[in-house]
């Protein structure tokens, strides 16, 4: 079993910058992808970023592109979304996400295995 847990969440103003971070243990070594999502209020639950575990390959939401950048440690099991030029419609319960082997990119919410509980990001105006 994978188990992730995100932190890094909070309040931050507009064009403002959050790192946030994803913490993997249990089987790390089935992960194959990592991937980013957001779900706001009212809203369904969206892709952010995702990175192969390798490292070989990242994809980006629209929304996303430019603005956030997606890496990881895997030496400690981490993974960070950087966000900067945070905008009010960022606000959002931020999510980490796993998937095992399997077909790139991974877009779709239902191709991940392994959640996290989600971390509050609040970006006031």
């Known amino acids: 079993q994978v188990q992730l847990v995100e932190s890094g969440g909070g309040l931050v103003q507009a064009g403002g910058s959050l790192r946030l971070s994803c913490a993997a243990s249990?089987?790390?070594?089935?992960?194959?992808?990592m991937g980013w999502f957001r779900q706001a209020p009212g809203k369904e639950r969206e892709f952010v970023a995702a990175?192969?575990?390798?490292?070989?390959?990242?994809y980006y939401a629209d929304s996303a592109k430019g603005r956030f950048t997606i890496s990881r440690d895997n030496a400690k099991n981490m993974v960070y979304l950087q966000m900067n030029s945070l905008k009010p419609e960022d606000t959002a319960v931020y999510y980490c996400?796993?998937?095992?082997?399997?077909?790139?990119?991974?877009?779709?919410?239902?191709?991940?295995?392994?959640w996290g509980q989600g971390t509050q990001v609040t970006v006031s105006s």
């Open positions: 996400a796993g998937a095992p082997a399997g077909t790139w990119p991974r877009l779709r919410r239902v191709e991940y295995d392994w």
């Open positions: 249990g089987r790390t070594f089935s992960i194959y992808v």
């Open positions: 990175i192969t575990w390798s490292g070989r390959s990242t």
